[in-house]
C-alpha cells in the first residue's frame, strides 16, 4: 500500500478563529501506531503513521474490519494501543489519565448513544458538568448547541431521546460531543443508522458546523461516497492505502485496491466534491411578499427575463412568478405563481443540486444560504460550465501527477538496479 | 365468636403483629437491597462470579425456612435476630439476579459512548448502569419482598415478631373455639400487608423510574 505524499484536503483553509472564544481544531499525530489482539497473527492496526492538521476532516474509509474504527478509538484510548505514540496538539496523550483526555476529545457514535434515560438537555449537559462549569454556563451552552445544530432549544429541551426522530437524536449527539467545545471530535460512523434523506442533511450540516467551528474532525465511514463528500482518506488491512484529498482519489486512485473501492461512476462522484456555494450562481429578480403589486409588476416589465422569484417576509423563495400570471391570477398574489418546492443550500453538493435541477420541470433551482433565505439561482447552464471546467482541470492535475509518479517509479527502479548490480558483484 | 367479633375484640394485638410484621419485613428488605445490589454491581462484570453469587444465593433459598430459623438459633438466639438474619438471606436472590442480569443488559454501545466522552468508572456506574437498570433490580425488591411476606410468618416459630404469632397460637390451640380465627386473621394480615406493599412499589416505579425509559 502506497501512501502518497499530498495530504491537502478539501477543508484545509488558512484557519482563523471564527468566534473569539470557541477552540479551533488541534493537530494530531499518530506515530507507529499499532494494535495487536493477543492470540491473532496480524496486528488489527499496523504501523500507523499520520499527521492530521488543526481543522481538518480526516476520513478513515475502507471495507468492515479492516481497522479504521480501531484506529479511531485509540486516539481516544478507548483502545489501548499495543505500542506507538498519539500526540494532540504536540502533547503526547499515550499515557496520561484516559478520562482526563476523553473530555478533550469529542466523541460521536453511530445510532447517537444518548442516554435514554435523560433528556436532550441533560444528555448536552454532561460533559460540561462533569468538567465543572456553572450551572447558568451549561444552561445557556445547552441553548446554544441546540441552537447550532439545527434544533429549537424550547422544544427539545426537555425531551427523552426516544421521543426524537433518528436524524434528530444523530443532532443532539454531535451537540454532546461539541458541547464542552473540544478542539478535537472524533466519529465513529455517526450517519450509519439513519435513511439516506436524512444522511445527506447531517452531512450538509456537518459541513456548515466545520465551516463555523474549525474543529479537528475524524470521521469513519464505510460509505465511499459519504467519505468523498466530507474528506479525506483511504486504507486498507491496517495501511494507509491512500491519504490524499478526494479529488486525487478519484481521478487519480493510487492502486487497484483504491479504484476498487472507489467503484464505477467516479466522474458523477466527482460532482459530489463541488458545492454550490463554489460555482457561480445565477440570479433572478426577486420581489418580496411586502412590495405592492405595482412595483412588482413594473419589476417583470423592466426584467429581460420571464420570470421573478418571490420571497416571503424572511426573504425565503416562496414562489416562481411567470409572465401573465398575475393578469390569470387577477392580480392576487395568494393564487398566482407556481409554488417553489425544492430548494439546494450553498453548502448541496453540485450532485444534489443537479438532482433538484432535473426534476424540477423549469431546469433551476434557488439556493438557500443558513436560515433559508434566497442567495441565488442555479440551472443547466451553470452547472455545465463549472462541470466542464472542473473536469478539465482535474485531468491536468492528474496529468501532472502522473508524470510525477512515474519520475518517482522510475528513479526507484533505477535504484533497485543498481543495488541488485551491488550485490552480484559483491 | 365469628371471625368479625374476633377481629372486634382483638384489633390492637393484631394491628402490633402486623406493624411489627411490615416492620421486619421492611427492614429486611432495604438490608437485602443494598446486599444484593452491591453483591450485583460487584460481580456482574465476570461471568463466573455472577453465576456464582447467582448460585449462592438461589442455594440459600432451598433451605426449608423452618430449617433456616431453627439452624440460626443456636447460633444467634431466640427472638429478632434469627428473623432479620433468615428473611436478609433469603431476600437476596431476586434482587442479586435481577442486578446482574439488569447491569449486564445495559446497552454495551451505551456505556461506550459514556466512556468516549470521558466518565470515570464510578459514574458510569452511578449515572448510567444502574439508572439504567434499576427497572428490573426494582421487580427484584418487589419479587423479594412478597416472598418475605409469607417467610417472615415462620420467625413466630423463633419467638420473633409479626403475624406468624397468630397463625402458630391457632395451630398450637387446635379444637378450641377461636383457632381458626386465629389462622385465618394472621394469613389474611399476611395477604393484606403484601397487596399494600405491591401497591408502594408502583407508585415507587412511578416515582424512581426515568420517564425516557418507562414502558
New interface residues.
Partial sequence: MSETSETSTATAAPQQAPAPRATTGATIELENLTKRYPGSGEPAVDSVNMEIKAGEIVIFVGPSGCGKSTTLKMI?R?IEPTSGRIRINGEDVTDIDP?????K???A???S???????VAQNIA??PK?TGWGKQKIKSRVEEMLDLVGLDPGEFHGR???QLSGGQQQRVGVA??LAADPPVL?MDEPFGAVDPITRDHLQDELIRLQHELHKTIVFVTHDFDEAIKLGDVLRERSHIAQFDTPEAILTNPADDFVSGFVGAGAALKRLNLTRVRDVEMADVPTVTVDDPLQTIFEKLRASGTNELLLLDKRRRPYKWLRRGDLMRAKGSLARAGTLVHDTVTRDATLRDALEAVLTDNAGRVAVTGRRGEYTGVVDMETLMNSVHEMLEADRLDAMEHQHELEEQRAQLTHQEQEGHGGEAKA | MNFWDYLGSRHQQLLTDAYQHASAVFQCMVVATAIGVLIGVVTYRSEWAGNLATTATSTILTIPSLAMIGLLIPVVGLGVAPTVTALTLYGLLPIVRNSIVGLRGVDPTLVDAAKGIGMSRVHRLVRIELPLAWPPILTGIRVSTQMLMGIAAIAAYASGPGLGNEIFRGIASLGSKNALNQVLAGTLGIIVLALLFDAAYVLIGRLTIPRGIRV
Fill in positions: 481516544n478507548l478520562v482526563r483526555l476523553r473530555r476529545v469529542g466523541y457514535i453511530q445510532s448513544g444518548l442516554f435514554p434515560h435523560m433528556t454532561l460533559v462533569m427523552y431521546p426516544r454532546r460531543a472524533l
